[in-house]
């Protein structure tokens, strides 16, 4: 007996932009959308019956409508309208739906800034995702790809040797990574613009200012004062590569390097992954 | 009370070459590893305590080792090498290596296949992990980035029609998709390069050979022969984005396009996912 | 007679970082490198003969070396050292030092600036090129990558119509690109990162202020703005990919779409380049 | 006083893909097409006149449009009509068409190759140049991305050290290489697919046979037998990044590495580049 299993399908990489032509500057929303829907799709499969399958250009279709209709809020809102929309077809148990937003700044001039023309910035991916299902609605919101970096307070010590270590010790390395932070709120409700820059605000903050003896302890303590000083926020996961700087050996040239000369590498790295939750306790 | 949930931590992307100099010609096995563990790490995460924490740089001098002494057989065998070591650390419950093989040809020549000389492959990244936990271990082997085409026998139709659908019919279209397939053996010692190049096979076939009225049957065509033919695998993932080759209007310059010419994209896309497996009935 | 031509060679990609640990806050130079030289490097390749080659892993130690002792200035200042040491080789007619710099801002936290800890910035990468040969030194500077986007103010029309020819006028359409803008000093004593950032606030101030009837005079206008406001600048060569903004049609669904909603697009691209210097009347 | 100096602009990133439905299997043609353009464009910029700007959508439009009525024999030929089309406009000094095209192999079956299924193959991308002018035609052939390596007879020694030189001399190393060759046909009528087949196979037949004291050498001789082979070719460039390989360390953990385990690298990597051609003695 062979038999399908869990599946889902949808439409990805929708790029879509809305310009809100606001009477004093405009504003722009810049989305790349995926949607993804689960339920009764076992005779697509098994039997090539494509009656209940909502064809993915129908998804983009309805992405770019709902950008007319439901992007005037948070971009969780217009998610959350595209999620139970596609909800709200009877051979549909879950629909998913996930935003990345590239994120523009108006552009610097000598009259203050432009109110028509933007400069793409560079702090980062906005990520939201909408889980609707038949029991209730999940939004997780988070950022990719915030590049950051310590030049100071970071050390990695004390780990274990055995016949394949040749790492040293040292209290004063460089800390560069990618993070990924992806934070669920406790209710649907409770998701906003503004309580996503402030949470990433308090993730940078504490970046830059801890003493870090590991990227894991690095973690915990962003995530940990995510929790704290966000009541909405219900977990936080995050992801972290070392994007290891390695000292160059400037001894064979005649020259000192006092931690001023790095080598930035990309491959390998480390990859450090925690989620941090609010305890039952 | 704010605790710490599931986390793991490893290196990724350690890049390694082997170059096997048999007596007539050289193989090459060109490997991408990632090692990721799970274990007792809270202290690393809450109190800044790195004594149980393998260091990451141990993991990759470890790769590099045991490509020496245990990179002979299969690519399962060497990951297993490398999971069984690590989930031999007393602090670790769990270990995971992931392995993406680029693949190489001799250089033909007209005296015969180079022995010593190689062109990248094309057909798609062999993947293979393997999971050792204290109750077993799991071996999944697949392929990503196969790109492969349909430029006959595949349709789409009689999907459902709402307002915001504007999709016709077809039954004449390209499928074009990059394949990500994982399949997992029934047991660990079942895994071999020759099964795998096997199945590979199996799945190319089928894409060939079969008649499409979805992406979705497609999947579950390709996976159920995959477990037909190969009692050894017992499920098999697929996700299958959908990259559409849209009939270009070539009416308005007085010219028939008679299924010919075709503007290839790759944003948005259709992503198919399904799980394929044997049943217990 | 089959004989060698123009050659050079070097090596490409050197990442460093050098941590600039001042007394009050540190400063981030991240930098990739490239070197490379022309010569006399006949024998090397038509003999096989090595003895003039300067190794290329030679180039990066210098690279490197040079980091420490002469980066303490300019990007140039840096590139120059670095050509003028290659060009002292008897063997090298020319040395070619190109550098790509990657931004980084402090962080932002509630005490200011965090001292040693970034986030990379977003507004393009600087780059410069020093070219040392034994008539003289040019030095190029400029910015890769500068992807901005005006909202208003930029049209398209009055063009010519053939019977390939489908695209309508339009008056307000979005402009967005990612612009590639190098400038050449009259001299290579000018070159600063005072009068870089000089330069392209310029670029960036006349991108948000004037009116676009085509890509192409946007470019003259930016470029004719650069060498007005600074002397210093005697040519600047644009690149300007035109990646559309197709304006949705909404009307399927019922919905009007006033200059709202679009599909971003990066393929296929118009590209626009020109060449604005100083004449000679 | 300011002027305009060289400029061009054109429509890049035109993907398209021909089936050609022969009786017994269909071919594909997957490419992406560039086209670009010189002429009498200074009202364009200086003045905001379109009306001898030639629309890039224009361009796109007639390269689909070509696609079906001149893509029936080599890639050059549909490259030319395309030159000489845009050529034909009284304004255009130069048209330049510049084509990449990405190889598909028929899927292999139980029943041999399948005739309407493929999978991408992997030596690398076909490209091709067409340059019309007033003067006259170029056509220039190659291929880029096109991976290899040597595991065997490739040395580098013998080369000057100074005080920055750290590099040992090897008389077996890999050599790994991502190679662009492009070449110019001595005549535009000479160029077919066939040619640039038997021209590519050389080049990899020397690749694989030669002893190679440094890359420079190698590509000397990858050239000089291309010309020497193909009288039909006049000239030759090549650009082979050295995608250095290191012999992994493994003596602290009590193993010999007898030029087995290596490390790949991208980064940095060295850049040789060479012009050979038919000399005029």
Do not use: C
Request: glycine share 8%.
């Amino acid at each position: 007996m062979i038999e399908l299993g869990a599946n889902r399908y949808g439409k990805a990489q929708i790029r879509l932009v809305r310009v809100v032509r606001g009477p004093g500057a405009h504003r722009l929303r810049d989305l790349t959308v995926a949607i993804a829907l689960e339920g009764d799709f076992t005779g697509a499969h098994v039997d090539g019956d494509n009656t209940l399958v909502v064809a993915t250009d129908t998804m983009k279709n309805t992405a770019y409508a709902f950008a007319k209709e439901h992007l005037d809020g948070s971009l969780e809102t217009y998610g959350r309208a595209l999620a139970d929309h596609f909800l709200a077809f009877e051979q549909v148990d879950g629909a998913s739906v996930s935003i990345r937003e590239h994120d523009w700044s108006p552009i610097a001039t000598p009259n203050g800034p432009a109110p028509d023309a933007f400069v793409r910035a560079g702090s980062g991916t906005r990520v939201a995702t909408v889980v609707a299902a038949l029991g209730g609605t999940m939004i997780e919101a988070g950022v990719e790809d915030l590049v950051v970096m310590k030049t100071a307070r970071s050390a990695f010590s004390g780990f274990p040797r055995d016949q394949y270590t040749t790492l040293r010790d040292t209290d004063d390395r460089i800390m560069a990574t990618k993070v990924t932070a992806i934070w669920r709120y406790g209710s649907p409700d409770l998701a906003s613009d503004e309580l996503h820059a402030a949470v990433q605000a308090t993730l940078l903050e504490v970046f830059a200012d801890h003493d870090s003896p590991s990227v894991q302890t690095s973690i915990w303590l962003m995530a940990r004062a995510i929790l704290e000083r966000h009541e909405e926020v219900a977990e936080v996961r995050m992801a972290l590569p070392n994007l290891h700087h390695w000292l160059v050996d400037l001894s064979p040239f005649g020259l000192e390097n006092n931690n001023e000369i790095f080598i930035a590498t990309t491959e390998p790295h480390g990859l450090i992954e925690a989620t941090v939750r609010r305890g039952e306790g």
